[in-house]
Nanobody, 119 residues
């Protein structure tokens, strides 16, 4: 069973920074990894994702403020969040696409980490 463990959430003032990390356990082949978030009363939305080759994609609302990176050897993904705004407050989830065969893959999710931006 693949487990994703997130860390790095917390309370930060507007304009501050946080760095989220997520690692996937097990001897697995991971393709894309990403971060999603879900604010109270809203649907889960994509924040950023990154392919195994390093291609990145960002939500328009975080472009220029957030940076996603990964350590392929460690099956880890990080999200550096700068210039945080109150509207960034949400539970942040990482995910990973694990490749089992050329035709079979599965998406796994972490348990979520709370990010609160407030003065």
């Amino acid at each position: 069973q693949v487990q994703l463990v997130e860390s790095g959430g917390g309370l930060v003032q507007p304009g501050g920074s946080l760095r989220l990390s997520c690692g996937a356990s097990g001897s697995i082949f991971v393709d894309a990894m990403g971060w999603y978030r879900q604010a109270p009363g809203k649907e889960r939305e994509m924040v950023a994702d990154i392919t195994r080759g390093g291609n990145t994609n960002y939500a328009e609302s975080v472009r220029g403020r957030f940076a996603i990176s990964r350590d392929v050897a460690k099956n880890a993904v990080h999200l550096q969040m700068n210039s945080l705004k109150p509207e960034d407050t949400a539970v942040y989830y990482c995910n990973a696409e694990v490749i089992y065969t050329s035709t079979r893959s599965r998406i796994y999710w972490g348990q979520g980490t709370q990010v609160t931006v407030s003065s």
